[in-house]
């Protein structure tokens, strides 16, 4: 995980492959965490909070506790009440715009972005995918979503074929008259390299977008 502090601005709370995104754009992240893979790692697992909660945030132990609290966030069984305490957490600790993050992630990390959103649809301003979509959507949890701003990147030859529900998802979205952007990067497989290195700049621009607002 990586953190970083700014005067003032949205902070991305990311869950990402790899830290590449958070060393091209450290004032924007405020949380960075690998999920890119099976989400089994459930550091909290009863409904109520842990002994001793919350545990140093400085240091080396804090980085490890932060990186295991926001590792919890992308857990279907993390408690919404610790979901929402590791959130004010967040906000305690970074001056953030209006407090609302922006939340994104690819493949795994995008699905983990819708979940965390839908369910805490208070804290959050967008949500990105590139790619990935909301798991097992019904319209409570899409409704969630509807008043930010939604961006779904996925590749056209992507492997594992998400497009239709990726698009579906938009056109539902859209309809309610929300800002959702649905983007197929050419040639691409499921690892987008067109938003990778330098290109990530293309996300942030999305983020810089909701200023103008998420409602058409």
């Known amino acids: 995980m990586a953190t970083s502090q700014s005067r003032c601005g949205n902070h991305l709370l990311a869950a990402l492959p790899e830290d590449e995104y958070a060393r091209l754009y450290p004032q ?17 697992a009863a409904a109520e909070l842990p002994p001793g909660f919350p545990p140093p945030l400085t240091g080396p132990e804090g980085r490890a506790a932060r990186e295991n609290m926001i590792r919890s966030m992308f857990i279907a069984e993390t408690p919404p009440a610790l ?12 001056k953030v715009e209006d407090r609302k993050f922006h939340i994104a992630g690819p493949s795994n990390g995008g699905i983990a972005a819708f979940h965390v959103a839908a369910a805490n649809p208070q804290y959050f301003i967008s949500v990105t995918a590139f790619p990935g979509y909301m798991w097992e959507p019904t319209t409570a949890k899409l409704q969630a979503i509807s008043k930010m701003c939604v961006f779904m990147f996925v590749g056209e030859n992507d ?6 529900e990726m698009k579906q998802e938009v056109d539902f979205l859209t309809a309610k008259g929300t800002v ?35 409602s058409k």
Not at 83 to 94: E, N
Not at 159 to 164: F, G, L, P
Not at 181 to 209: C, I, M, N, W
């Open 180 to 214: 959702a952007r649905y983007t197929v990067e050419k040639g691409q497989p499921h690892r987008l390299e067109t938003l990778a290195g330098a290109s990530a700049a293309r996300l942030f621009d999305g983020f810089e977008e909701t200023r103008s607002g998420c």
């Open 28 to 44: 924007h992240v405020a949380g960075l965490v690998a999920v890119d893979g099976p989400l089994d790692v459930r550091p909290f």
């Open 83 to 94: 979901q929402d305490h590791i959130l004010k957490m967040m906000l305690a600790d970074y």
């Open 159 to 164: 492997e594992y074929r998400w497009h239709n």
